[in-house]
């Protein structure tokens, strides 16, 4: 049964249960759609953070003309976590009808990267219980990335039910359980300000490192992309030898 509507002193009405648990997490939005998040959240009784946290519930993605939302980390944590990720037009329509509209109409579909229906995908598996998207996966990561970027690919890793290895010392034990599957990790990225040919000896030295890591126990080698795309359209990518 649903909860009594009740009614605010501005105008907004709302299930009693309503508004006053979203929490509402801004990406990549300009100074006015934060600004418009902040109103409408003030209006609804809702929590806006900047950062996000565990307990959002709403992503608010700038988009462009095309309905194309930027690839965040708070929209790939929010895929992981089955949270809604809403375009800005969301919070308009809610203001301009002054209570919750339907979310579905309002859902991104489509990121800066050309992956498709992610948002939906990940929203529908946490519904369903599904079993998270890196079980049984051990990832371990090579040279070549900035600490505090290597830290948000763990968080995404370890939220996505993967295990991250942190030396080579448990590479060895690891690689001979016969269940989880190690993946070795390398920056795909080439250096800010690296000239044409440096970059392509720093990505082939990378590649190398992780490709004697790999040979050594086993496993296999990927791109530091391989991740965020799986995340991205929430389904393990397919893997290449």
């Known amino acids: 049964m649903a909860a009594p509507a009740t009614q605010q002193s501005n105008g907004w009405e709302a299930p009693s249960d309503g508004a006053k648990e979203w929490v509402l ?25 900047k950062f996000w946290k565990p307990n959002v519930t709403r992503v608010i993605a ?3 003309a095309q309905g194309v939302c930027t690839r965040t980390l708070k929209v790939l944590m929010a895929i992981l976590n ?67 970027y290597e830290e948000d ?21 690891q690689s001979c359980d016969g269940q989880a599957k190690i993946l070795v990790v390398y920056n795909l990225d080439p250096p800010q300000g690296s000239k044409v040919g440096e970059e392509v000896d720093i990505l082939w030295k990378r590649l190398t490192e992780a490709q004697d890591v790999a040979a050594n126990i086993g496993s296999q080698v990927i791109g530091h992309t391989w991740l965020l795309e799986s995340i991205a359209a929430c389904e393990v990518q397919p893997l290449f030898s």
């Not at 409408?40 to 806006?48: E, I, L, R, W």
């Not at 002054?98 to 939906?120: A, F, I, R, T, W």
């Not at 968080?155 to 996505?160: E, G, I, K, P, Y």
Request: charged share 20%; net charge negative; glycine share 10%.
């Open 153 to 173: 690919l763990c968080d995404l890793v370890m939220t996505a039910g993967g295990t991250v290895l942190t030396s080579k010392e448990e590479l060895v034990p």
């Open 62 to 64: 700038a988009t462009d």
């Open 82 to 148: 089955g949270r809604w990720i809403l375009k800005i037009d969301w919070i308009k329509a809610c203001m301009e009808a002054m209570h919750p509209v339907n979310e579905e109409p309002y859902e991104v579909s489509l990121d800066n990267h050309g992956c498709c229906d992610g948002p939906k995908t990940g929203r529908l598996l946490a519904l369903n219980n599904a079993p998270k998207l890196f079980n049984g996966l051990k990832f371990y990561f090579t040279g070549g990335f900035v600490p505090e």
């Open 25 to 49: 997490c801004g990406s990549a939005l300009s100074t006015e759609g934060r600004i418009l998040v902040v109103k409408f959240a003030s209006m609804c009784g809702a929590t806006v953070t």
